[in-house]
């Protein structure tokens, strides 16, 4: 089993890593990440990307993590060893949401264990002071 870390979630998928690539089924692909490959393009619910000309990706049955990630634009941080990998979002998605101005939504309790989630704070201006041991 192989954990595949995506969009704030996790999934444990049939996997078999090979020279330190991860190799999936396209079952345990669509289960991790919501793809599937259909007529060289790679699909989910909203989109379809085409396979760059040449990919193998696919063949026999097996998606290498690495080529879909690169495909999809998404950064992949892999840990073969320790069976497991985080998939990131794509640059352009990381742009947009940047050129938006917009924070992410969180919540971080105050000295008094009080939660405070910053969409309350829409609209008005906030100072947060972070701080680390490290």
Known sequence: ?????????ERRVDA????????LT??????ALGWELHDGTLCNDTMCVPLPAGSRLGEGGVFDLGEVAATLDR???LDAEAGA??????AGERAQAL???????FTLSDLAGR????????GRKVFM?????W
């Open 75 to 77: 950064p992949l941080a």
């Open 85 to 90: 990998a985080f998939v990131g979002v794509s």
């Open 115 to 122: 939660p405070h989630m910053l969409s309350s704070y829409r």
């Open 1 to 9: 089993m192989f954990t595949i870390i995506e969009g704030g979630g």
């Open 16 to 23: 078999r890593v090979e020279d330190g690539r991860v190799q």
């Open 26 to 31: 396209a079952d345990a692909l669509r289960e």
């Open 129 to 133: 002071v972070a701080w680390a041991s």
């Open 99 to 105: 050129g938006s101005l917009i924070a992410p939504d």
